[in-house]
């Protein structure tokens, strides 16, 4: 009988204390569909701390996180048609889903009740999915992203996770047209890609952000077109045609939905522990709205890709070696990183032994 089961390697954490240690697990073989790669790289989302720590209450363990992955196919099922050995890849978010509901048949797997996370997601047979702190990856190639040539793969990583939460929904509520007016609230891992696509789309694009510090690098480096501290939104109430709420701590609404021109549109891409409060008045008095939305579906991932690739966008991110990644993620608790931080796994991941 053939194995079924391939030998991996990664990081991963045995209880709620989120701490990561080196650890021996198996994935599934590849099948007729499936795509295995060597990882290179990944990204350390800040879901990743949240999920470690249980802060939402569905955590599994042990757990291998990591969502934002590139890396190089080693192997390929005898009826792959997309992908070959050799060629660069990536896998985002979600691995998996029924492919035969109406959200699948739209390519809108993202909303399929049977998607499957990339990690501490259940298999059909109840087994855990791991993630990317490791040195394989085994995925179906309908949910394989095709890694454009020359583009960095590093920097590129957070793309598949941070870069479709942005392009998304840019896209999906009208945010994506020249000359538009739109807001970006929270300059962090999210927010500074958000500010690189719509750029890129033609927007007028201010800032909002409660450190100071960041008005140079926003102006200067991103192309925003202005910066402004929460004290200083007044003067712009009633001009912007959007906000893109990407401020991962609980805040106020209001001053954001005060920014909104009649009929505008406040976005939230941010995952708060609390809820936030819902100031009605606001919201009713000029038919203003409040969305919402996480990653797209494969299809739009991979659009995303490739408009990113087009328009040189990559994120802001430091490079660390995977025997970093507790000290890592003590830092992302505090908000002490610029702007993702990535996970050389294809040089540092070494099992022991190894040297």
Known sequence: MANNTVNAFGYGSTDPSGHLSPLKFTRRAPGDHDVQFKILYSGVCHSDLHQLKNHWGFSHYPMIPGHEIVGRVTDTGSKVEKFKIGDNVAVGVMSGSCRKCKYC?????????EKLDTYNGVNPDGSITYGGYSDIMVAEEDFVIRWP??????RGAPLVCAGITTYSPLRYYGLDKPGLNVGVAGLGGLGHVAVKFLKAFGANVTVIDVAPEKKKYAIETLGADQFLLPHELEALAGTLDGVLDAVPAFHAIQPYLDLLKPDGKLVMVSLPEKPLELPMFALATHRKMIGGSMIGGVKETQEMIDFAAKHDILPEVEVISMDYINTAMERLAKGDVKFRFVIDV??????EGEE
Request: aromatic share 4%; charged share 35%; hydrophobic share 20%.
């Open 105 to 113: 048949d739209k390519n809108q797997e993202n909303h399929c009740p």
């Open 149 to 154: 040539d020359n583009f960095p793969m590093d």
């Open 346 to 351: 294809g040089k540092t991941l070494k099992a």
